[in-house]
């Protein structure tokens, strides 16, 4: 079958020339054959583009890459935006550069596209830990108020890079990341493009694999990361208002507000009852529509109190 729809695989990077080798080598070998890479050096102070460079005179895939150098470190939102300012493509997949994907997660991402008409497609992803593997299949329905419901409360991983995205509805509706470094915004851009795009579809198969063990990741938890996350949802509740659909999502914003502020109450290393309290306080009963522990739900009872002094003996 002739394949015509044109993909951009969009990669920005930095520091990462341990792991960008695998990366780029599982794109060169993809199965589907009408695709544009892009690659975003943000000022890497590594050999990442060195080993770009040798993959791609190994594949022989010069004239389809496209790689803009950024003279100073710009930040990850600045780097995916240039990806996206370059892209050509029908349809867009960002990749994130220390990660690798199946060679033939394109080809089946494409194929569910086209068949259903879908502004999205999306897949499963899994966990590579240094001892082990774990999948995390990913449901994708066609209901858009149920699939703006998902992305909201994040029972779909609210990330760019296991979606296939049509670029149409995110150059007419002009959806870029906000470069500001104290924000993560995957979340506030996830949840932009499940609004605009109409038709979903599904592979039922864990193609991406993420990366837990690179130790430049921001993986742990910490209050900047809370507060981080916050803004994020903040910016995302005032998108929902602004479309008229807020009502639609109101308990799931709710319960993410919760859960994002969660590790201030479980997590030894950025415990703060103070900042919990202050933190989306209209969320702070929304726990009673929720499935947790009993020795949970006393917890956040405590939180609440003037009796917050006893949790101590929880922790």
Not at 135 to 163: C, F, S
Not at 286 to 312: D, E, G, H, T, Y
Request: net charge neutral; charged share 25%; hydrophobic share 40%.
């Amino acid at each position: 079958m002739e394949k015509k729809a044109k993909v951009s695989v969009l990669v920005p990077f930095y520091n990462v020339e341990k792991y960008v080798g695998r990366c780029v080598e599982s794109l060169f070998s993809q199965t589907y054959s009408n695709i544009e890479y892009v690659f975003v050096n943000d000022c890497t102070p590594d050999n990442s583009m060195d080993i770009i460079n040798e993959y791609i005179d190994k594949f022989n895939v010069r004239n389809k890459c496209v790689i803009i150098n950024h003279e100073v470190n710009k930040g990850i939102s600045a780097s995916r935006n240039d990806c996206l300012d370059n892209a050509t493509g029908d349809y867009i997949l960002f990749i994130d550069s220390d990660d690798y994907i199946d060679k033939d997660m394109v080809e089946l991402l494409v194929k569910a596209a086209i068949e259903n008409n879908a502004d999205i497609s999306g897949c499963g992803y899994i966990e590579e830990y240094k001892d082990r593997s774990v999948e995390m299949p990913q449901r994708y329905t066609n209901n858009h108020v149920e699939m703006m419901r998902a992305i909201t409360l994040l029972t779909i991983k609210g990330v760019m890079w296991k979606l296939l995205i049509r670029r149409s509805i995110v150059e007419e509706n002009q959806v870029r990341f906000i470069p500001d470094n104290t924000m993560v915004d995957d979340y506030l851009f996830c949840c932009q493009v499940f609004f605009y795009a109409k038709r979903f579809a599904s592979v039922d198969k864990c193609m991406y694999h993420y990366i837990q063990y690179n130790p430049n990741n921001y993986s742990k938890t910490r209050e900047f990361n809370i507060t981080s996350q916050a803004k994020a949802i903040i910016k995302t509740e005032e998108f929902y208002k602004e479309n008229g659909v807020y009502e639609l999502v109101k308990d799931e914003l709710l319960q993410r507000k919760f859960i994002s502020k969660l590790p201030l109450l479980l997590n030894k290393n950025c415990y703060n009852v103070k900042l919990w309290r202050e933190l989306f306080p209209e969320s702070n009963n929304i726990w009673k529509k929720m499935n947790f522990s009993f020795k949970q739900k006393i917890l956040f009872r405590l939180a609440s109190s003037p009796l917050s002094v006893l949790l101590k003996i929880f922790m």
